[in-house]
């Protein structure tokens, strides 16, 4: 383990938050795992240990292996308490800019000076969260991908304030958690949503065109690309309404029809429709 990363702080027990969680504890870092909500922040907790008990049914990871990651990790709602002695912060709340520059705000003041002030939003501006919050050289965007603890890329978003020993950091903390990093400019999207969305939407337009059933447009980026999962297999894990809210935003900066929401997504979302986690997308997965 880094000498100079040993306490990680995650703001957030969602299925982010509890990735990144998982991901830093099974490197043999501190964490503390921290919510508005005690409940929810031992609920993301128990989401671990239960993931945890999978692979170990799956012999992919010891009984004791299971026991030494889940005791690196600590849930908390005391905010000031838990940064108090932070290395590395990583907020993964809610994509409300209003809400993340709040965040940022109190942990200028909260945690220690060395503290890593990291933001995994995937699209939402790092210069403007962190504007005024007194540390704008320490905050940078780590942007993980989902399921973390599998994924290997971590984007790197460098803000218009963001200084080269933060950058230098981030690089040192991607390293730790065995990612490959990209570098990327605070632009609109960063590199991956930019694509990664667009891919999306015009996947969505052509099931709403009748070109091609939503298995089949799949299939044709995973057998024709060699792309892992297909763009619409992805919208339903990562949620309707997330990338539509991504969609909506980069279209608000970018002004480019080709991030203009489709109808049939629109439509999807109105009908709670969001993806695995509510049992149908453009795939049902209640059966």
């Avoid at 299939?219 to 297909?230: N, S, V």
């Amino acid at each position: 383990m880094s000498k100079s990363i040993e306490t990680v702080v995650v703001l957030g027990a969602g299925t982010m938050g509890r990735g990144i969680a998982q991901n830093a504890a099974a490197v043999k870092c501190r964490v503390l795992l921290l919510d508005a909500d005690l409940e929810r922040a031992r609920a993301g907790r128990d989401a671990i240990d239960a993931t945890l008990t999978k692979l170990v049914a799956k012999e992919r990871i010891t009984r004791e292996e299971h026991d030494r990651v889940l005791a690196r990790i600590e849930a908390s709602d005391d905010r000031a308490d838990a940064v108090s002695d932070a290395d590395v912060i990583v907020e993964a709340a809610p994509e409300k800019m209003e809400l993340k520059q709040s965040i940022f705000a109190g942990l200028a003041t909260e945690a220690p000076k060395r503290a890593l002030l990291g933001s995994n939003t995937s699209s939402l501006s790092i210069s403007e969260m962190a504007k005024g919050c007194g540390a704008e050289d320490r905050v940078i965007g780590l942007h993980f991908f989902n399921p973390v603890p599998v994924m290997k890329l971590l984007e790197i978003v460098r803000g218009e304030s963001t200084s080269d020993e933060t950058i230098a950091r981030a690089q040192e903390f991607a390293t730790l958690l065995g990612k490959d990093a990209i570098l990327v400019k605070d632009s609109p999207g960063f590199a991956t949503s930019r694509l990664g969305v667009l891919l999306g939407l015009e996947a969505m337009r052509m099931v709403q065109e009748g070109v091609a059933s939503a298995g089949d447009i799949d299939k044709a980026m995973e057998l024709g690309y060699r792309h892992p999962m297909g763009p619409l297999k992805l919208t339903d894990l990562v949620g309707l309404d997330v990338r539509m809210a991504i969609a909506d935003h980069l279209h608000n900066e970018l002004g480019s029809a080709s991030f203009e929401v489709p109808d049939i997504l629109r439509e999807k979302v109105a009908a709670g429709e969001l993806g695995r986690k509510s049992g149908k997308g453009f795939y049902d997965y209640d059966a």
